[in-house]
């Protein structure tokens, strides 16, 4: 079955450098969602979007911004970069629309670990 | 705000052990609430997601309960092999107040299952 997909896997950058990181949610699911963990942390919201609309919005500092697109896949662009921005980056998504026994359920990509030096 | 602490903080059990896993948050108007398991530096896998209106869900040697009025869920594992070891995490959607397009996590719960 198709997950979400995240990229890239892996980044590293300089202090106020710019990063964008890219989510492509399951098919046919309508809501994307970003997280950021620390190490050691448990994951922490930042913003969400349902059918390309912000939902929700988190703990998102100012030098971040993220959309959702007409193909329903989202990014997260990071300016500014700080050391503090080190994290593992989360991408989910979920179908909110239906009757199935999986609404609602939020399924995690493997994440993108950037890295500021 | 929804608030959500998961007890034990860690956990060390040999195998085949039954174990059980708890969660609880502040806010009771929750939408639902997932259980996730996560391997380090790896991603979220849902294990089990129980509606408001559902009480227990089942999935193989797991089984999660939910009472939202006290504000409880409990993730049992049956027979814990050493593969289990991960940390387990509980997170709710929700909340008086509150939207359901996001997930509170707990701290998790890292357990190890020793041969």
């Known amino acids: 079955a198709a997950g979400v997909i995240q990229s890239p896997r892996h980044l590293i950058k300089e202090k106020r450098e710019t990063a964008t990181l890219k989510c492509y949610p399951i098919?046919?699911?309508?809501?994307v969602y970003w997280y950021q963990q620390g190490p050691g942390q448990d994951p922490q919201f930042l913003i969400s979007f349902y059918e390309k609309m912000q939902s929700d919005k988190g703990s998102i500092p100012d030098r971040f911004s993220a959309q959702q697109f007409s193909d329903y896949h989202s990014e997260l662009n990071m300016s500014s970069l700080e050391l503090g921005d080190s994290a593992l980056y989360f991408c989910?998504?979920?179908?909110?629309?239906?009757?199935?026994?999986?609404?609602?359920?939020?399924?995690f990509g493997e994440g993108s670990r950037l890295t500021v030096l | 705000k929804q608030e959500v602490t998961q007890i034990p903080a860690a956990l060390s059990v040999p195998e085949g052990e039954n174990l059980v896993l708890n969660c609880s948050f502040t806010?009771?108007?929750?939408?639902?609430l997932q259980w996730f398991r996560q391997d380090p530096g790896k991603g979220l896998t849902s294990l089990l997601l129980?509606?408001?209106?559902?009480r227990e869900q089942t999935s193989g040697r797991l089984n999660a309960s939910l009472d939202k009025s006290s504000g409880r869920s409990t993730l049992y594992i049956a027979a814990s092999q050493p593969g289990d070891s991960a940390t387990y995490l509980c997170?709710?959607?929700?909340?008086?107040?509150?939207?359901?397009?996001?997930?509170?996590f707990g701290k998790g719960t890292l357990l190890t299952v020793n041969p």
């Open positions: 806010d009771s108007a929750i939408y639902n």
């Open positions: 997170a709710v959607r929700g909340g008086s107040g509150g939207s359901n397009y996001k997930l509170t």
């Open positions: 989910a998504s979920s179908l909110e629309q239906g009757l199935g026994r999986n609404t609602g359920e939020l399924f």
């Open positions: 129980i509606q408001s209106s559902q």
């Open positions: 098919p046919r699911h309508d809501t």
